[in-house]
């Protein structure tokens, strides 16, 4: 059963860092694309952030690139998310999603259709 479960959301001041963790079970996650998902209050699921599985070439939205870096432990089978210098308008549900056959370029933000597994979504809230 492909699984992915995340952890590592919470409450943080502006300004402040927090890391996102998606664990994979069932799969290898370094054979897959991830995508990085994030829903706003009254707003769409868009994505943000992808890195591929090949060349771990990766891309960011204007509005996070700079302060959000994506990366891979292979060995723990999971892929992070370190959020810096959050806003309050960082305020949404993340999501991780993996998909073995899809892939990231440098510009092109991904969508939810090019992803099969999904992980249940972690709550980051940057407020004072």
């Known amino acids: 059963q492909l699984q992915l479960v995340q952890s590592g959301g919470g409450l943080v001041q502006p300004g402040g860092s927090l890391r996102l963790s998606c664990a994979a079970s069932?799969?290898?996650?370094?054979?897959?694309?991830i995508g990085w998902f994030r829903q706003a209050p009254g707003k769409r699921r868009r994505g943000f952030s992808c890195?591929?599985?090949?060349?771990?070439?990766?891309y960011y939205a204007d509005s996070v690139k700079g302060r959000f870096t994506i990366s891979r432990d292979n060995a723990k089978n999971t892929v992070y998310l370190q959020m810096n210098s959050l806003k309050p308008e960082d305020t949404a549900v993340y999501y991780c999603?993996?998909?073995?056959?899809?892939?990231?370029?440098?510009?092109?933000?991904?969508?939810?259709?090019?992803?099969?597994?999904w992980g249940q979504g972690t709550q980051v809230t940057v407020s004072s």
């Open positions: 890195v591929s599985s090949s060349d771990d070439s990766a």
């Open positions: 069932g799969f290898r996650l370094d054979h897959y694309a």
């Open positions: 999603a993996a998909d073995p056959t899809s892939w990231c370029t440098t510009v092109d933000a991904p969508i939810e259709p090019d992803f099969g597994s």
